[in-house]
């Protein structure tokens, strides 16, 4: 299949409407719950806490259950070890080689328990993201509690649907099935994730780029596939459809949704999200983009110009030190 073809094709439908269901409703819940009660400034925990619920798509009963709780308990532990890193007057340094660990570290165990979102986009995100923000001790706690809550909440709305179903057919919950295993060249892969996170966050913050972090994640995303012109493939969807996202949300930063509007958009994008990163990765983006930018605004609003130009700037920096990690690094064939 060429280049043009892979970056066009749409895949199968797959039941994305369960996922992008579940996912509205994890983000949506907490984030209402937060803007009730005043603490939006919360709402990067409570985002990265809900991404729990993305993960055990292709499972049910026992098996999502399992995948979800190892994910929730990873994203707990990479947005407290944000906050701490957020601590320091030194931060953007240290999340550096701290997220290139948090990407070693979640891609081995992504791999050898074969989680679905497979690599670890999600944790790099976390961790790097809640680490960029200047922390206090006060905020250690909030970003314990609410993170694992929301995760909570996603794994119980990932659970619902299989409830609703064995009370209608009177049928038990299936046994778990065993997740995971030996993968080939697992510490490799490993390796790669981490090498394309610590070049790509180096330069970014070298460059005094705003917000490395989004080279960081950026890097990961060609590494998450095993061969090279997947890799390039990936790489080619991030850039074009994070420069198609940037329009789209410098459209809803002209309209200045803000309150409940601005949480609501942020649970849509999300489903939208869902119901396209299986089919298509680049249009899945799209939406993506605009909301990661939100996610940022609902935190700490800074100037649009400078938002969407970093996003712009670091994603193309990460994409490439992706690819050319994934190339340097290949196998070798004899």
Request: charged share 10%.
């Amino acid at each position: 299949m060429g280049l043009l073809r892979r970056l066009l094709t749409l895949g199968p439908h797959a039941g994305a409407h369960r996922i992008a269901l579940r996912s509205a409703v994890s983000v949506l819940v907490p984030l209402l719950v937060l803007w009730t009660s005043d603490h939006l400034a919360w709402s990067i925990y409570a985002v990265f806490g809900a991404f729990t619920s993305l993960y055990g798509r292709d499972r049910t009963d026992r098996a999502r259950l399992s995948l979800q709780v190892e994910a929730g308990i990873t994203q707990v532990a990479v947005v407290t070890l944000g906050v701490l890193v957020g601590l320091s007057d030194q931060r953007a340094w240290l999340s550096v080689p701290f997220a290139a660990a948090v990407a070693v570290g979640a891609s081995y165990e992504s791999t050898r328990r074969g989680w679905h979102p497979p690599g670890s986009l999600f944790q790099v995100f976390a961790f790097a993201a809640v680490a960029s923000a200047p922390a206090t001790s006060a905020d250690v706690a909030p970003a314990i509690l609410v993170s694992a809550a929301t995760a909570l909440f996603a794994v119980l709305v990932g659970m619902a649907g299989p409830a609703v179903r064995r009370v209608r057919s009177a049928t038990p919950l299936a046994p778990a099935q065993p997740i995971g295993g030996a993968v080939e060249g697992v510490t490799r892969y490993a390796l790669q994730s981490g090498a394309g996170v610590l070049i790509a966050g180096t330069i970014a913050t070298s460059a005094g780029i705003g917000r490395p972090y989004w080279a960081m994640v950026s890097a990961v995303v060609p590494l998450v596939a095993r061969d090279l012109t997947t890799q390039v493939t990936r790489g080619l969807h991030r850039v074009v459809g994070t420069g198609l996202g940037l329009l789209v949300g410098w459209a809803f930063f002209a309209l200045d949704v803000r309150g409940l509007g601005l949480v609501v958009l942020v649970a849509v994008l999300q489903a939208g999200a869902e119901l396209l990163v299986g089919r298509n990765y680049a249009l899945a983006l799209v939406l993506v983009t605009p909301l990661a930018l939100l996610m940022v605004h609902l935190v700490a609003p800074v100037p649009t110009g400078e938002l969407l130009r970093d996003r712009g700037v670091e994603t193309v920096i990460g994409v490439v030190v992706g690819i050319a990690v994934g190339y340097l690094s290949r196998p070798r064939t004899s």
